[in-house]
């Protein structure tokens, strides 16, 4: 019997594996290409870089060394660098919003289900909208769960203007 795993906690794996292997090959070859000039720039590009390289790496150098650019991979790959580290390390935004002042007991049980579903680094402010009626206004990045009595009611009114 297979053991459940934490489909984030794989896929955050894979995605440090592909940005760890870019940036590798970005740095690799930015130290290979340093004061490359001249005419033949697509073979030092694919010699600057291992056989097995990502396409995706060997197709951007190529497009900087046609672009003339190619003296700039350094700073390129350092710039890269910090983007993914970034990227990596940055937490989810979510608001959550209500017709009326949630209990701190409801706060955390909607706050630990979140986390749940999007992961150990999300945040939740909280706040409050009459106008909803009852239920929740959820946005998480830009997804948003729209549980709103205000909503609900709007469809019932919708369907029975076109019935």
């Known amino acids: 019997m297979a053991t459940k795993v934490d489909p984030k906690a794989i896929a955050g794996t894979l995605y440090d594996a592909l940005m760890g292997s870019a940036m590798e090959q970005l740095q690799t070859a930015a130290s290979k290409l340093a004061g ?86 999300l945040s939740a402010t909280f706040d409050v909208d009459a106008s909803l009626i009852g239920g929740l206004l959820i946005r998480v990045g830009d997804r948003v769960l729209d549980n709103s009595l205000r909503t609900r009611l709007s469809a019932v009114q919708r369907n029975m203007l076109t019935s």
């Open 36 to 121: 490359v000039g001249g005419d033949d720039l697509s073979q030092r590009v694919s010699a600057a870089l291992p056989a097995d390289a990502m396409p995706q790496v060997r197709n951007f150098l190529l497009g900087l060394a046609k672009e003339g650019l190619l003296d700039q991979v350094g700073d390129v790959a350092e710039a890269f660098g910090r983007l993914t580290t970034s990227a990596s390390a940055q937490s989810l935004d979510s608001v959550v919003t209500s017709a009326v002042t949630l209990s701190a007991d409801q706060q955390a049980a909607i706050v630990a289900d979140l986390r749940q579903r999007y992961g150990a680094d």
